[in-house]
Structures are given as structure tokens and as C-alpha cells.
């Protein structure tokens, strides 16, 4: 109908049928174009709904009761004369399910460094009330002061996301500087594998469940 009164108008006004022809070819290119890129508008958004929408970035994953998330752990390394100086900064995060939190079970984390460099030297770390240990580190994370706790769902689930993050100081005397400074130049060469797990612990049931582990590289840099 708008091309028939297109062709009425310009016949009372005497526009050339070359005009309107190539009037109308265009006006039809435009209305195909049109439809291809409304097909097309359609056909992607399907696709885009097809899969489970996501809530946070863990959703898509398959999680147990608990879990250790890890990633690259760093020791700090430097040489004050005669005295070798480590610091390894701890950096994991526990995903654990909220249900067991609320029924009041602790969690818990452990570090081994058997089989590492560190393993070879006494550290201290410092608890949640100040106090300077040697040796030890409390494993109940209520007892720990914790980088972050969030809730997170995942898979429909609540989970609380717990981060650690502490710091192990190390300090070792030897004969001389040139002593102290050989073996640092050696840890900045060794690459070491660290292992953690952790557990829930009822104290009201005497009891321990949902017992996982997971390990991470251990680097040396120059503090």
C-alpha cells in the first residue's frame, strides 16, 4: 500500500518511473535487511538462555562439604649478616558449607611442610590475641583473625568462603654472611610442594568429618 500511493504521488507530480523504481528497490533492501537482523536478534538470545545462569563466579562447580581452595605460595627471603630470613606468607581459602557452620562445627586447616626447605627451620607466628608461638599455629579458624568470610552460593548452595591468610617468620644463624647467603641463593633455585587439609570437629560430638586436602607450589624470592 505505501508503494502504490508512492507511485500515485509521484504520478501527480511527474517524477520519472527511474526514480521510483530505484526508490522501491531500496525501500525493500532496507526491509529485508530488517528482517535478517531481527532473525538474528532472536536466534542469539535463545542461545544465550540455554545454559543454567550463573550467581557467582563459583557457581558452575561441583563442591563437597568442604574444600581447599589454593593458589602459588610465596617465601620471602633475605640475608641480615651472619642470619637467613624467611617469611612465608600463607594465602588459602576454605569453602565450607553454611549448614555446617550453623550446627556449630569448627573448621579446621593444617599446614605440612614436610618435604619443603621450611621444614628444616624453626618459625614463630603470632595468634589472635598477640601472643607470639614457636612452632605452632592454632588449626581452629575460629581462633584465627581471617583475610575475609563471605557467604557464596553455589549451585543453589550457601557455602561461607574463609580466607587465610597468616605469616610463618623463620630465622636461622650461620658461621658467616657468605654461609647465610649461599643457601639463600639456593632456595631462590628450589621449587617445593606444600600440603594442606582440613576437617570439620564437632567439640559437643567428639567428632570429625568431611576430611579433604590439597597442596600448592612453594616459591623463594629475595624479600
Avoid at 89 to 115: C, R
Avoid at 163 to 191: G, I, P, W
Amino acid at each position: 500500500m505505501f508503494l502504490k500511493l508512492n507511485d500515485q504521488l509521484a504520478f501527480g507530480l511527474n517524477i520519472p518511473y527511474q526514480i521510483i523504481k530505484k526508490f522501491k528497490n531500496t525501500v525493500m533492501k532496507k526491509l529485508l535487511l530488517f528482517a535478517f537482523a531481527a532473525v538474528a536478534l532472536v536466534s542469539c538470545q535463545k542461545s544465550g538462555n540455554e545454559g543454567n545462569p550463573s550467581s557467582s563466579a563459583v557457581s558452575t562447580e561441583n563442591y563437597a562439604a568442604l574444600n581447599i581452595k589454593t593458589s602459588n605460595q610465596i617465601v620471602k627471603v633475605s640475608v641480615t649478616s651472619n642470619v637467613l630470613n624467611l617469611v612465608y606468607n600463607e594465602d588459602v581459602t576454605l569453602i565450607a558449607d553454611s549448614a555446617k557452620i550453623a550446627q556449630n562445627w569448627n573448621v579446621h586447616l593444617k599446614e605440612d611442610f614436610t618435604g619443603t626447605q621450611l621444614a628444616d627451620y624453626h618459625y614463630n607466628s603470632m595468634t589472635k590475641f598477640g601472643v607470639i608461638a614457636t612452632d605452632w599455629v592454632d588449626d581452629n579458624l575460629n581462633n584465627v583473625v581471617l583475610r575475609s568470610s563471605k557467604d557464596t552460593v553455589v549451585n543453589n548452595k550457601l557455602f561461607v568462603k574463609k580466607r587465610v591468610t597468616r605469616s610463618f617468620s623463620y630465622k636461622e644463624t650461620f658461621n658467616t654472611a657468605a654461609d647465610a647467603t649461599k643457601v639463600l641463593n639456593q632456595l631462590l633455585k628450589q621449587t617445593d610442594i606444600i600440603a594442606f587439609s582440613s576437617y570439620f570437629a564437632s567439640p559437643e560430638l567428639d567428632a570429625t568429618n568431611s576430611n579433604t586436602s590439597n597442596t600448592a607450589k612453594l616459591t623463594y624470592v629475595k624479600m
